[in-house]
């Protein structure tokens, strides 16, 4: 379905990132991976996934907080690729404390790489995009981009933000073949949330598995953890001709979360 165009995923070392990644390579996209840690085993897990296509994957180590190196990325997979026709903005962090506790650099550090990161990828990737008259723009925000958890504030204003971020863009460009959509995932087991289980055992010394039981209670109705998988088939739903007039939709797969 997605033979010949090209996928840029921000954050796709691990996590969603990467199950989105191997989701677009088994539809035939090329992708070009970005994010920190194992770029190499990630390059080889989304191979794999597109190797029945043939394509093309390649990576990128710009720092999404950083505007200089997002440009040089985007510059990077317009030489390597031509074109990219398919945005993911996935790359995010999280750091929990009070609103009178949190540190302002933790503050700063998640307003970029969660919110401004993608007003650059986005604003760099639309105009090849609406010159070829087709684009798809996924910009991975959270339930917290609908709702709100305390101690999470710059994360929720971040999230809340990438959604607007999300109906502009799909406004500006409605008339167009480009969409923007937004994707809101409850809690997902990934490195992101294995910390905040972490921090919930030992601040309460309970084990791993009460921590995690309590943290799908606390929120999730569903008592289970949205996957990688399934976000991966939401990605490539949004990449279909099926979804050409779905436009600026925050698209929740919380297990009901945001229902309550
Ligand atoms: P993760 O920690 O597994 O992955 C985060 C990715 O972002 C990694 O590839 C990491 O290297 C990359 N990254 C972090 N800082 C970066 C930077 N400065 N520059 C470039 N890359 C950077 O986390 P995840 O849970 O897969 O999160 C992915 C996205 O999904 C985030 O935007 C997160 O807010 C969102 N999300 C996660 C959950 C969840 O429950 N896990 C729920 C809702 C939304």
Redesign the pocket.
């Known amino acids: 379905m997605l033979k010949g165009k090209t996928a840029l995923v ?10 989105i990644a191997q989701a677009l390579a088994a539809q035939g996209a090329n992708v070009l991976l ?4 194992d770029a190499q085993g ?1 390059q080889a897990q989304v191979a794999a996934a597109g190797q029945a296509h043939g394509i093309a994957v390649d990576y990128h ?6 505007p200089d190196e997002i440009e040089a990325m985007m510059a990077f997979g317009a030489q390597r690729f031509g074109r990219i026709d398919i945005l993911v903005n ?5 750091h929990v404390a009070k609103v009178e506790d949190f540190p302002v650099d933790k503050w700063d ?1 998640i307003l ?3 919110l401004s ?1 993608a007003f650059h990828t986005t604003r760099l990737a639309l105009p090849a995009m609406q010159a070829a008259n087709w684009g798809r723009i996924i910009n ?5 981009g609908l709702v709100a958890s305390a101690q999470k504030s710059a ?1 929720v204003a971040a ?1 809340h933000g990438i959604v607007g971020l999300t109906k502009v863009t799909a406004l500006e460009n409605a008339t167009t073949g480009v969409t923007c959509n937004a994707i ?10 294995q910390k905040q289980v972490d921090a919930k055992a030992q601040a309460q010394g309970i084990s791993i598995d009460d921590a995690t039981r309590q943290l799908l209670g606390e929120k999730e109705p569903s008592q289970q ?2 996957t ?1 998988e399934e976000l991966g088939a939401l990605a490539v739903f949004f990449c279909s001709a099926a979804a050409n007039n779905v436009r600026g939709v925050a698209w929740n797969m919380d297990g009901g979360w945001a229902a309550q």
């Open positions: 921000t954050g796709s070392t691990s996590g969603i990132g990467l199950g970005n994010g920190f840690g990630a180590g710009a720092d999404m907080s950083r996935n790359a995010g962090i999280q550090a970029a790489i969660n990161s991975v925000a959270s339930v917290h994360y999230k809101c995932p409850g809690w997902v087991l990934t490195p992101l949330v953890f949205t990688p």
